[in-house]
């Protein structure tokens, strides 16, 4: 027992902290729904790991075999399973911010032809998107302000896959593709860029739907570095990093190499694991980062942003560690003046890995230090900043990756620091790493909004000046009903009702006698019921018989 004692003493001298303080909590936030796509997202466990490489190693998603069905379309999930089960997951995990939702692809690999008119295919189109919006409606009925990713699809590659097999017609997907009529890359590209162009109109027009457009995604990561199998046109090349987003290039394919390979043959529109981290990790690029923050994210100040050195070397680079005996420490610069009139219950800073030298200095203590204003004279960093005293210092607690280039840690900032961050000056971090030596990481700078250094601060209380509007849950019977709803409102005394349908409409506004209303009126369905009173607000499903 000493030495257990003893060597948990010793780790929290040499860390900063004890295990129990760097503990985190995991909390479900995205809900994953959809077809193949979402199925080998689900077995691969995509978005729990590209989360962690982000500095999300506390967010997972929640998914299942009903909710993640290969060769499932959109009518699928307009049925009464997979609504209840969407309904189910959202109500026992109400942590969950987000439905990323793939689904549409099987519509146009079953049902179009390269020899349809244009409008058959805009029939098809047009039919596909109806039920698309009724599953979004469902989805936003069930939970009122919940954000949804439609995933998009990159390109496929049927055509070279399928003819360079040694039985082209005992290939799997050869039904599939001979059923599209054999389109060639440019057809079903040309296709597949207009469905999407179609769904960034439908996001643009409507609230809490979103889409990254990445059909060219898996040309840009991969690249072609040789010719395509069989030597079919386009003959050329094109390395990786070079084809321009979101289309690459429509005359191409997907490069094989982005395919999943079962060994005898590949896939032809199914993604290796590696591929679908690179499209989760660009959706996360472009919308989950910055939405899975808190109540304010700063981006940090490439003006007051850089590196000094114990030499008094400075640089507009982001270093942290040791080399050639010379410490390097990091600052960050954050407006926080942008901040409520608060305390704070949380805060972190994000960085991103760009390079290492040797040991990653974040593998072992790291120390910070936070001024209101700025450290040094002035607010540029300076040789002084190396040894200048903070309001606050402390050591945070590391999570997320820092494993490969690319990724992202987060630093859990210690209760010593959140009480002197506030909205009163911009703030300034120097993060160092005392005693380290054998490596030094480079970090992202400010040059870049997707990759700079992010300050993520959560309010602990209701920031002075702003309202807080309280959310209760009222009980409602019976429900479902044929027409009157009894409202138990205890104290509370309602000054309003009303009934919305799955588009948002206001459909009715009954009176309320006795706390009951009457909603006889109203066509057999499901609906959200809104309650107000003077103090609180509620919004809840109900179902008319």
Known sequence: MKRITLFLLLLTFSFGKTFAQCTEVNQPKVLLVGDSWAWFMNTDGTINNVFKTWGFSNYKFVCNATLAVNGADTKDFIMPGAEAEILNQLTLNPTIEVVHLSIGGNDFLGDWNVNMTQAQTDSLTDNVFVRLDSIIRFIKICKPGIKILWSGYCYTDFKEVITNFIAPTSHPFYSTWHGMGDPDFIQINTLQN????KITAYCAATTDVYFVNATGLMQYEYGQASPLQGGMSPTGTYAAHTAPLPLGYPNYPSPSVSMRDYGITKDCFHLSAEAYRYLVGYHTQKFYHKLLMDDLYLLSDSNQTGTVSSQGNTSTSLYLG????EQFATVLAFNTTAMADTTLKRASIFLRRNSLTGTNPVSGAIEVKMKSGNFGTTVNV?????VATGDATGN???????AADGDWVRLDLPASILSHINHTAATQFIISAPGF?????????SADPDFAPVLNLAYGATPNGIKETTIKDFNVYPNPTTGLLTIENGTEVITHVEVTNLLGEVVLQPQIQQSTINISSLSTGMYL??????????SQRIFKD
């Open 396 to 402: 945070p607690c590391p999570f997320g990756s820092y």
């Open 322 to 325: 040791e080399s050639g005996g």
């Open 529 to 538: 019921l809104n309650i107000t009173t003077k103090n609180c607000k509620s």
């Open 437 to 445: 030596t054998g490596g030094k990481v480079n970090y992202n700078n």
């Open 194 to 197: 207009s469905i999407s162009d």
């Open 382 to 386: 300076e040789a002084a900043d190396f």
